[in-house]
């Protein structure tokens, strides 16, 4: 069998869950919350289906729940998306981001990924027939290098896919960062997507820099975000999109053959639950309070502390507690002192091994006040 993508096998946070399960490790490997959702957003989806509402929704959305969106973007960023033709409710930012490649992206055009970066990017764009451009991030402090950028780019570039607050890195990008790539691209016909699932998860007083701020950018940019990240429900799968309106028909061409439409109660639900904006107001010090807690825990081993200046993410160089590698040391400190990570090698196309794993903090201050317990060993 000639298969599409030789490279691929099952994704690490798989992996790495099951170990954590058959072993009984405290699991902070895979990104998501242990503990659930506020219990009206459930109350809202059972409502919405005794309400009857369980047949397809619009194509490209509940226009509630597009509304809602973009009362929120225009509110925290000041650009208005209209929700008729701009904002596309989609099965989580994982479709979000492989519909806009797929809109988008033809056989040989160049997309440039920043790495470390998410799995999902580089299989998505091969699927399209493109053509992957991996320029690092500063080594050392995952920072954009905008020459390095520069360098990448060339007439066959057709998109670059961004990430703030960046995971796995935990990094968040400056006003200055966005201006310089908005810079970069002003003179360009290249084509942005942002991945900004981790959008309210921004700490120490920083502002989350929305694509949306930028007017250069917002013009070529899809901006992605999850719904599974902010209201603590990563299994529900809902997200969404927003675009100028000539990519957003392209983006819904696709979206409208590979899952036509998104879980209608549960729009129904988050177009509710979004009026009031304070959960996501308050997320920010939500976790920065697990943040907090951590670390404190952390800074009592051998590991060297990364910043962790947004996302649900903490980084730890693992040099003075282990010769092992990266992926190995993940493997032990799962079956041996009983807590997954995720080895940042995962994030790379070459493995590149840098000492450095990754853990999950969304859980409950229990959970890792457990995991605390376990790595205070080392
Ligand atoms: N992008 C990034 C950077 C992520 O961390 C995740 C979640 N793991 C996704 C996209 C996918 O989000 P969703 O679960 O909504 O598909
Ligand atoms: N985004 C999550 C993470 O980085 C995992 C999602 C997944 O398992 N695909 O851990």
């Known amino acids: 069998l000639q298969t599409k993508l030789p490279a ?130 500063t080594p050392g402090t995952f920072r954009p290098d905008f020459d390095r950028i520069a360098a990448a780019m060339s007439p066959r570039t057709r998109a670059i896919l961004i990430n703030s607050p960046h995971n796995p890195s935990a990094t968040v990008w400056s006003q200055q960062d966005m201006l310089r790539l908005q810079e970069l691209l002003a003179p360009t016909d290249i084509f942005l997507i942002s991945d900004e699932v981790y959008e309210h998860m921004v700490f120490d007083g920083q502002t989350h820099q929305s694509a949306a701020r930028f ?32 990519l957003s028909a392209e983006f819904r061409k696709v979206h409208q053959f590979n899952v036509f439409t998104v879980n209608t ?46 996302s649900y993410f903490q980084c730890v160089d693992i040099s003075e507690v282990s010769d092992l590698g990266e992926a190995d040391f993940a493997q032990w400190l799962t079956r041996e002192i009983g807590v997954a990570a995720i080895p940042l090698s995962a994030f790379y196309g070459d493995g590149f091994d840098q000492r450095v794993v990754r853990f999950c903090f969304a859980k409950k201050d229990e959970t890792l006040i457990a995991a605390l317990d376990r790595l205070a060993k080392l």
């Open 265 to 310: 109660p549960v729009q129904h639900a988050l177009a509710q639950y979004m009026a009031d904006p304070k959960p996501y107001l308050d997320l920010p010090a939500f976790y920065q309070h697990k943040r907090d807690l951590f670390r404190a825990g952390l800074a009592r081993t051998r590991f060297k502390l990364l910043p962790s200046e947004g």
């Open 215 to 246: 007017p250069g950018l917002a013009a070529r940019a899809f901006i992605v975000s999850s719904f599974g990240k902010t209201y603590h429900v990563t299994g529900w799968k809902v997200g969404y999109v927003a675009a100028p309106a000539a």
């Open 8 to 137: 691929v096998g099952t994704t690490i946070f798989t992996v790495m869950s099951a170990l954590a399960a058959e072993t009984g490790a405290v699991n902070l490997g895979q990104g998501f919350p242990d503990f659930n959702c506020d219990p009206k957003l459930v109350n809202d989806v059972t409502a919405a289906m005794q309400q009857g509402l369980n047949q397809y929704p619009p194509m490209a959305g509940v226009p509630a729940l597009r509304e809602a969106i973009s009362r929120k973007i225009e509110a925290l960023h000041g650009h208005h998306y209209r929700a008729a033709d701009e904002i596309t409710v989609t099965a989580g930012a994982t479709q979000a981001i492989i519909t806009a490649i797929l809109a988008i992206v033809r056989p040989g055009d160049e997309v440039i990924v920043l790495e470390p970066c998410y799995d999902s990017y580089v299989p998505n764009i091969e699927l399209a027939g493109g053509v992957v451009v991996r320029v690092p991030l």
